[in-house]
C-alpha cells in the first residue's frame, strides 16, 4: 500500500530462544492498536507473559475492515496475511506452525474471512461479537469506502461467503457472541452453516452486549482455549 501500518508487537520477553506461539489480533471497526491494550483487551499484557505467546496487533485503518479493495489502495487481506506474517516471522522468534488470528467486530469479521483464505498461514481462528455478514448496515461503517457502492459485489467479501473453504479445514475455529448483541442472529446463522457442512468449531454465547466489557473477557477465554490447542502440538 506504500505506506507505513503502525504495528504493536507484544511479547513476554525479548530474551527468550524458544520460538513462540503468535496470535494476530485485529480491532473493530474505529479501533486502533494503543485503543486494544488500553479498552479493549486490557488484559493481553499480562497473557503475553502467562501464556507465554506474542500478540501481533496491526492498525486496521479504522474501517477497511481487512479486505483487499477493488476501489482503492487498500489491501490489508494481503497486508496482514503476507507482507506481516512474512515480517513477523523473519524479526521475531514467532512459531509459524502455533500461528492464529482473532479479532472482535470487524476484526473479528477479519479474522475468519482471512483465516478462511490462508488456511495453511493460520492454524486456529478466532471472532469475538462478530460481524459475519455487513452487508444490511455497511454503508453507516464505511464498507463502500472500500467495496464501492454496489451491494451485490459486497457478498463475496463476507464472511458467510467464505463458509465452504472451511469445509475441509484443519484450523481451530472459534466463534464467541453476546446473547443482547445486535449481531448475535448472525453468529447464530454461522454455527448452523457450520453445523450443516459438519464444519468442527467451538461455539460460545453468554450474556453481554456490543461492547468492550464483552469481548475483554471472552478474549481470555478464547486466547487460553487457543493456549491449550497449541500445546496439544508440544
Avoid at 469506502?145 to 484443519?170: D, F
Amino acid at each position: 500500500m506504500k505506506k507505513e501500518v503502525k504495528t504493536l508487537v507484544i511479547r513476554p520477553s525479548s530474551a527468550t530462544e524458544k520460538k513462540l506461539p503468535t496470535v494476530y489480533v485485529l480491532h473493530g471497526y474505529s479501533g486502533y492498536p494503543k485503543r486494544t491494550i488500553t479498552q479493549d483487551i486490557p488484559a493481553l499484557l499480562a497473557l503475553s507473559k502467562e501464556l507465554k505467546m506474542m500478540f501481533i496487533l496491526p492498525d486496521g485503518n479504522y474501517d477497511s475492515w481487512y479486505v483487499d479493495s477493488e476501489v482503492q489502495n487498500s489491501r490489508y487481506e494481503t497486508f496482514i496475511a503476507k507482507e506481516l506474517v512474512d515480517y513477523v516471522q523473519n524479526h521475531y522468534n514467532s512459531d509459524q506452525s502455533k500461528t492464529a488470528i482473532i479479532g472482535w467486530s470487524m476484526g473479528g469479521h477479519g479474522a475468519l474471512y482471512i483465516g478462511a483464505r490462508h488456511q495453511n498461514t493460520f492454524k486456529a481462528i478466532g471472532s469475538l461479537s462478530g460481524v459475519m455478514d455487513f452487508t444490511p448496515f455497511g454503508k453507516e461503517y464505511g464498507v463502500p469506502k472500500a467495496l464501492g457502492e454496489n451491494l451485490e459485489n459486497w457478498h463475496k467479501y463476507t464472511v458467510m461467503s467464505q463458509i465452504e473453504k472451511l469445509k475441509n479445514s484443519r484450523q481451530k475455529i472459534f466463534i464467541s457472541c453476546g446473547t443482547e448483541d445486535p449481531l448475535i442472529e448472525q453468529n447464530r446463522k454461522l454455527h448452523q452453516q457450520l453445523l450443516l457442512f459438519n464444519i468442527p468449531h467451538i461455539y460460545e454465547e453468554r450474556p453481554g452486549e456490543h461492547n468492550a466489557a464483552y469481548w475483554s473477557k471472552a478474549a481470555i477465554t478464547q486466547l487460553i482455549q487457543l493456549n491449550q490447542f497449541f500445546a496439544a502440538y508440544e
